[in-house]
């Protein structure tokens, strides 16, 4: 279950195993550092295993390469997932993580301006990584370059007006680099996201804004990948690309599954230790 630097492009990578140990790792996390937002962050973890590990464009020892692809992660209150998957895809030392939160230390509970190699966008302030990737989308038609730009928010980020402007504007000027992936987990701070507000269908909403919009099953890699991998084959159509990948907050652990008080409760050592035997079932927590 220890933690190693993967790069996909020495061999295939097993993406179920490593979500698994990405997912015990942020249960440890969240216990030593007394972070929050655990069931969000395990909601989260296939779309970025899927993202990093098969589908982005990027080089970790260039992490400022002007042609790579940026990934912005605008739910940034689930940091420590996308700390995680930076650290085992090789920006920055593995012992990062065991410092999350502390004083002193570059990885805070949400994301700081260029905190850490990888990190493009501090977030955490919700309805603003969608309006920046547009711009970072508009920025690389201008000049006439390829990068592509890929944003995972959450579903209640939805509620923001900003989040629907950029939504009108992207369409508008052809963006077709651009790819905005929600975690559609069901859920924000208070209760459920559709009792909340009126999202569904989130699909038909994308697409009535000229998005071309699909949903899949956030935690099945290979639909994942397909979905991700159609900016490539969509690029001339004038079309952003919105996926609508549903999702279980509290993926992966049992007692987590579906439960909303994992929005700002810790794990005790007795929930971590079970939730690593939920994982890795055939080896010792």
Same mark, same amino acid.
């Given at each position: 279950?220890?933690?190693?630097?993967?790069?996909?492009?020495?061999?295939?990578?097993?993406?179920?195993?490593?979500?698994?140990?990405?997912?015990?790792?942020?249960?440890?996390?969240?216990?030593?550092?007394?972070?929050?937002?655990?069931?969000?962050?395990?909601?989260?973890?296939?779309?970025?295993?899927?993202?990093?590990?098969?589908?982005? /464009?990027? +080089?970790?020892?260039?992490?400022?390469?002007? *042609? #790579? %692809?940026? !990934?912005?992660?605008?739910?940034?209150? @689930?940091?420590?997932?996308?700390?995680?998957?930076?650290?085992?895809?090789?920006?920055?030392?593995?012992?990062?993580?065991?410092?999350?939160?502390?004083?002193?230390?570059?990885?805070?509970?949400?994301?700081?301006?260029?905190?850490?190699?990888?990190?493009?966008?501090?977030?955490?302030?919700?309805?603003?990584?969608l309006p920046v990737a547009v711009g970072m989308a508009l920025a690389a038609?201008?000049?006439?370059?390829?990068?592509?730009?890929?944003?995972?928010?959450?579903?209640?980020?939805?509620?923001?007006?900003?989040?629907?402007?950029?939504?009108?504007?992207?369409?508008?000027?052809?963006?077709?680099?651009?790819?905005?992936?929600?975690?559609?987990?069901?859920?924000?701070?208070?209760? /459920?996201? +559709?009792?909340?507000?009126?999202?569904?269908? *989130? #699909? %038909?909403? !994308?697409?009535?804004?000229?998005?071309? @919009?699909?949903?899949?099953?956030?935690?099945?890699?290979?639909?994942?990948?397909?979905?991700?991998?159609?900016?490539?084959?969509?690029?001339?159509?004038?079309?952003p690309i919105a996926i609508i990948a549903h999702t279980t907050k509290g993926?992966?652990?049992?007692?987590?599954?579906?439960?909303?008080?994992?929005?700002?409760?810790?794990?005790?050592?007795?929930?971590?230790?079970?939730?690593?035997?939920?994982?890795?079932?055939?080896?010792?927590?």
């Amino acid at each position: 279950m220890n933690l190693e630097v993967i790069n996909p492009e020495n061999g295939p990578v097993d993406l179920d195993l490593l979500a698994r140990r990405i997912r015990y790792k942020l249960v440890q996390i969240s216990h030593a550092a007394g972070t929050a937002h655990l069931g969000g962050a395990l909601s989260c973890v296939d779309i970025l295993v899927a993202s990093y590990f098969k589908v982005l /464009r990027l +080089n970790p020892r260039q992490p400022q390469d002007p *042609l #790579r %692809d940026r !990934f912005i992660f605008s739910k940034g209150h @689930a940091a420590t997932a996308l700390y995680t998957t930076l650290a085992i895809r090789g920006y920055f030392p593995l012992d990062w993580l065991e410092k999350i939160a502390q004083p002193g230390s570059p990885l805070a509970e949400q994301p700081a301006p260029h905190c850490a190699p990888g990190v493009e966008l501090a977030t955490g302030s919700l309805g603003h990584g969608l309006p920046v990737a547009v711009g970072m989308a508009l920025a690389a038609r201008i000049q006439h370059q390829k990068y592509r730009v890929f944003v995972l928010m959450s579903d209640g980020e939805c509620n923001e007006g900003s989040v629907w402007e950029a939504a009108m504007f992207a369409p508008a000027q052809k963006l077709d680099q651009l790819v905005v992936i929600v975690d559609y987990n069901k859920w924000q701070a208070t209760g /459920r996201s +559709n009792e909340i507000m009126a999202l569904p269908s *989130l #699909r %038909d909403k !994308f697409a009535a804004f000229g998005w071309d @919009a699909l949903e899949v099953d956030g935690h099945n890699h290979p639909e994942l990948i397909a979905a991700l991998q159609k900016v490539s084959a969509g690029v001339g159509t004038g079309q952003p690309i919105a996926i609508i990948a549903h999702t279980t907050k509290g993926k992966g652990i049992s007692f987590m599954e579906d439960d909303n008080n994992w929005h700002y409760r810790q794990p005790t050592a007795e929930e971590v230790a079970d939730a690593g035997r939920q994982l890795f079932p055939t080896q010792p927590a």
